[in-house]
């Protein structure tokens, strides 16, 4: 999309004058990072940390998972192409009859108005729901069963929880996890595989299945906004949330399930103070479903409709309604609002394998991140791929083409839409001196000062966006490229979501390898400082490629 039509559809807010920067005030991977923002103590300029904890209300700790025989006990978590469709279809999207429409058009803009009452399993063939058993893996059984109400219908199918358990890169199996972790497999195209590729309880998960489809956009939607959770499942499929399920709930006796008891269709309204412990999947509403029906009354109709994973013989085939008024429901609220076949990309650039877990900036709402790749062939950088740590983000997104080597006179990049030449790249001597810290980042922030305008827009939720451009960049096989952002998140004094080395969940940190990547921060796009020498982490920013070969084939039809 060009700059001038997203320029219609978004706004960037005003920015005071920029400040000169400051010197980076640098700490020891064994202090203790505060949680939250810069202490009044420190330097305000120093890029502060921000472990994920609190994200949003659902905390990014490992706990257990309520499963269908101990509901309670265990530590609450923390935390393609489309066929044709109604207008009342959830996935009925005004983009599609207005493609002039930006990518991220958000439809809480336009007058839609939701009905009363609501049923996904009226409007799509919905999969049997899930059984869990005696595991801590509601939030991977939640995550997928999501995914599944947002994939075409020719294309929905069981996908594997197994898979998203055991490769998820976290190491924590069969004892809890949350959405966080579900999002960075699924963010890093782990997954989603098939069900029947990776069956549920064997005890095995092979390793090199190819997902079925890739997750590029997940909104984290506000706290208990009921209208935006309503208007994500009428939009684009089941939402993800979680409840608290106290010890008895939903069955015929106390305690665990016993021979001959059953589970009930007893709806939920539990208006307590103990944190989640159980992961669903929200599929509808009824504005009028009869406060009579709960056992704790509330004091008003209403309710959502829920899928759980506890089987078919779980309420009403493994649906129960919970209430407006109970304390957990919509606390968080997770929408996987873009998915796109698996081979819409070509590749994926990454170095952020467990995703968002903490934060980086100056003390201010704005800030600078870049991460530099190296083409594998001759390509087309086609899109990146980075969150939004709160709503209501702006950001703009370039694109720099590296000289041939670190230190070298020139830079041979091409221009910004011009498709390379396909000449092989002149050889050049190497001195075989590597270059210090300082000549480094001095040909970074050169090259970076190079950079061209891709794409800009404000992002109205958190979560991840994939942001894509029409006028590429290219670059050439073995050719060192950068993605730069300039994000503005109201409200918050570290607005770079980064990956850590370590995190709250432990874990065997299999996939967490710092010292790999290239990634970079500023306070004014002008000086900048290795995330990872100067942070201990990575920055979250991804890159989308597509062959210059594959777009050729499909310009000629083939």
Known sequence: ????????????????????????????AKEPRTLGISGAGENPWTPGIFRAAALLAAVFLLSGCASKNAPSGAEPPRGGSQEEISEHSPRYDLREEVPELPSHYDPREESLKLPSRYDLREEISMLPAADQGDLGTCWAFASLAAVET?????????????????????????????????????????????EEQDPYGDGMSPEGLEPVCHVQEIRILPEKDYEAIKRAVYEYGGVESAVYIPADFGKT??????????????ALCYQGTQEANHDIVIVGWDDHYPMENFS????????????????????????FYVSYEDSQIGVYGISYSGLEDADHYSRIYQTDLRGWTGQMGYGSSSA?????????????????????????????????VLPEEPGGAESSAQPTGEEPSGEKLPEKELSGKEP????????????????????????????FYTISWEDGLFAEEGRRFALLVEIDSPGTAQPVAVEYGEDSRGGNRRDVDIPDGEGYISFDGKSWQSAEENGGSRVCLKAYSRSIEKESRESNGA
């Open 253 to 266: 006796g106390a305690g665990e399930l016993e021979a001959g008891e059953f589970w009930t269709g007893e």
């Open 436 to 463: 210090s810290g300082a000549e480094k980042r001095s040909d970074i922030e050169s090259a970076f000062a190079e950079r061209n305008l891709l794409a800009e827009g404000t992002l109205s939720y958190a979560g």
């Open 368 to 400: 600078w991140f870049a991460n530099v790749y190296t083409a594998q062939e001759t390509e087309r950088i086609a899109a990146c791929g980075f969150y939004a740590t709160v709503p209501d983000t702006s950001y703009r997104v370039y694109g720099a």
């Open 296 to 319: 704790a009354k509330p004091e008003a109709d209403g309710a959502f409709l829920c899928l759980n994973s506890w089987g078919s013989g779980f309420g009403e085939d493994g649906y």
């Open 150 to 194: 947002s994939m075409a219908e020719e294309d929905r199918a069981r996908l594997s929880a197994d898979h998203m358990i055991w490769q998820n890169g976290f190491g924590t199996g069969t004892d809890g996890g949350d959405y966080g972790m579900a999002m960075a497999y699924l963010l890093a195209w782990k997954g989603p595989v098939l």
């Open 1 to 28: 999309m060009s700059g001038d039509l997203r320029k219609r559809w978004t706004k960037r807010p005003a920015r005071g004058a920029e400040e000169e920067p400051r010197t980076l005030e640098t700490r020891s």
